[in-house]
């Protein structure tokens, strides 16, 4: 059992969910992933919680549901890669949990990408990414406690998550 939540972060792309719903069935833990809470919470796909309540309207229901899934029993929880940015999102992760990066190349991220339902990468997506990676990755490395390079094989990575989570964080 995880002795603290687990909050991970990184690139849209990064592998956050998809890693995360898998490391935490190896291990029998939980796993909340906090867009996908915000969309069954607010009835509305991201794309359309955008278009309705604008990016500051997106990044209020974040925080929210930050702040709703600290109180739960400890489990692993995927964050958008935009709510590590807001200052007050930090702090409620670094009083509740440890944060684990999860650090994947761009040209990977890329390569299999849907951009369709994300609303900052949907015009440009390399030029949005680049962009993304220069305004968030300091961010990341300095709140990150640890980081796992998503850059070999889906397996090698999952294997490197577990071992984390269970040599790190089981109570």
């Known amino acids: 059992m995880l002795n603290r939540q687990i909050f991970l972060?990184?690139?849209?792309?990064?592998?956050k969910s998809t890693l995360g719903r898998r490391a935490a069935r190896e291990t029998g833990e939980q796993f909340l992933d906090m867009d996908e809470w915000i969309e069954e919470?607010?009835?509305m796909d991201i794309p359309a919680i955008f278009e309705t309540y604008g990016e500051s309207g997106f990044r209020r229901m974040e925080t929210?549901?930050?702040?709703?899934?600290t109180r739960l029993r400890p489990c692993i929880i995927s964050l958008g890669g935009g709510a590590a940015m807001d200052l007050v999102n930090r702090r409620i992760m670094r009083g509740f949990g440890s944060v684990i990066l999860i650090d994947r190349p761009l040209d990977?991220?890329?390569s299999d990408l849907h951009t369709e339902s994300r609303p900052l990468l949907r015009e440009d997506p390399e030029a949005g990414l680049l962009r993304l990676e220069?305004?968030?990755m300091?961010?990341?490395?300095?709140l990150a406690d640890v980081t796992v390079r998503n850059d070999g094989t889906f397996q090698d990575t999952l294997n490197l998550l577990v071992r984390v989570l269970k040599e790190r964080y089981h109570a």
């Open 9 to 15: 972060i990184g690139m849209p792309g990064s592998g």
């Open 41 to 43: 919470t607010a009835g």
């Open 64 to 69: 929210g549901a930050l702040e709703y899934l």
């Open 108 to 110: 990977k991220i890329l």
């Open 134 to 136: 220069k305004e968030r």
């Open 138 to 142: 300091p961010v990341y490395r300095l």
